[in-house]
């Protein structure tokens, strides 16, 4: 069964304002819709949001009970304003900490609206785990096996910029465009990443990964991200590490976005060098 671990963000700049006023649209290349999956289920393990200047509150709605309850608020969070960095500066607020998850159906679309303030932008991202996605195989490990296939420790910089649109992607940067440091035809796990700026949401899309978006949160409340990826298969007992091959540096296309318009964070991948494939 190919497994998935799937980044989405949907996203709306320069908001109406009011009580759940605005809806949220997908980002360029994600989507709404939960993937029709074969065997196995779906579910959201993390999702993390931010308002770029004030205070907000976020629902997300799936047209089963199951999922979300019911039509008229589903699942609610909160987009708060504390310390370190007040709202506009947070960069990513976790909506789904701890153990908490949200199960999903085949073919069903979520609604996202937000009650925020006229003129702020508001960013939310969420990361779907499929049993069996036909077709998106990607390379995953847990924390074991990457231990076990360690042979260095790098760190690779990557300079993405964020979009002139709050809240959209950025343009797509080479993983290997500022930094071509990776041995030819070697593994690589990607650990986690540091920045000099926090942003909101960090994504990959590379052919290891089945074509499939992956990524993290980058928000001062996530100041252990440079070991998020361990974090989560830790977290979840799961093969939650994505790897590549330094052979496909150039396909794996880098992007950010956030909550204001063209950042620029300055991004550095923590990487296990392997000694072979990893894969469960």
Known sequence: MPRAVVLNTASKANLTGGTFADSLVANAGDSLAVANFDSGGARILEAWAIDSD???????????????????????????????????????????????????????VATVQVSGTAADDVIYSWVTEYDDL?????????????????????????????????????????FNTDDDRLHANTWYAILGASCQTQFTTLSLLGPDWGGQRVGMPMGVLDLRSNTWFVDQSIKWGKPLVPAFNSNNKGNVLVQICDGEANTSPHIDFFLYELTGKPGV
């Open 54 to 108: 004030s205070v907000a509150e976020l629902q997300v709605i799936y047209t089963r009970p199951q999922a979300t309850h019911d039509q008229q608020h589903g699942f609610r969070a909160m987009i708060p304003a504390i310390s370190p960095g007040g709202a506009a500066n947070v960069a990513a607020h976790n909506l789904l900490p701890g153990y908490g998850t949200i199960d999903l159906y085949k073919s069903d």
């Open 134 to 174: 036909p077709g998106t195989q990607g390379v995953f490990a847990d924390w074991n096996q990457i231990q076990a296939l360690q042979l260095s420790a790098v760190g690779i910089r990557v300079d993405a910029v964020a979009s002139a649109t709050p809240g959209a992607y950025g343009a797509q940067r080479a």
